[in-house]
């Protein structure tokens, strides 16, 4: 049985709608991921600042030192 030049078509538009919400659906998730991140690196950076005036708050300027050091090198003292 021959098909139709419309059928084609049609098939090939349905494909493309459904490829382009898989996309969409895709983009959303990997968008909210980097949202999800983007938070929680603040949060790390907001703990880190508290943890820095704290020690300078206790006048304990090696502690202090120590954690500028971990953060410089990248390491905040957590394992995510």
Known sequence: ??????MIHARAQDRATLLAEVRKTRNKGVQRAHERLFR??????????????????A??????????????????????
Not at 1 to 6: F, H
Not at 42 to 51: I, L, V, Y
């Open 59 to 80: 006048n304990d300027f090696e502690a202090y030192q120590d954690l500028l050091i971990q953060q410089q090198v990248g390491g905040s003292g957590r394992d995510f």
């Open 40 to 57: 929680d690196l603040a949060k790390q950076q907001e703990d880190d600042r508290e943890r820095r005036l704290e020690a300078l708050r």
């Open 1 to 6: 049985m021959k098909q139709c030049p419309w």
